[in-house]
């Protein structure tokens, strides 16, 4: 996706008249007009950029860790 495409998603979530917190559940790489990777992941549903991908935690690594 590129920058301009996440910048259009920002905006028309942020016009939305439900603003509830999106999850994030689907990143693509952002790439530039260029065709040139920025090394960000954005969010296809809202265009939240992050700087890396957020690491899944494995469902045995939570059992342990929320005890």
């Known amino acids: ?12 979530w942020r016009r939305g008249t ?3 917190a999106c999850e994030h559940s689907n990143l693509e790489l952002e790439w530039n007009e260029r065709g040139h990777s920025t090394g960000h ?10 700087a890396a991908r957020p690491r899944t935690i494995s469902r045995s690594a939570q059992l342990f860790t929320n005890t």
């Open 1 to 12: 996706m590129t920058t301009n495409q996440v910048a259009i998603l920002r905006m028309n």
């Open 18 to 20: 439900d603003l509830a």
């Open 41 to 50: 992941y954005a969010c296809s549903l809202c265009g939240e950029s992050m």
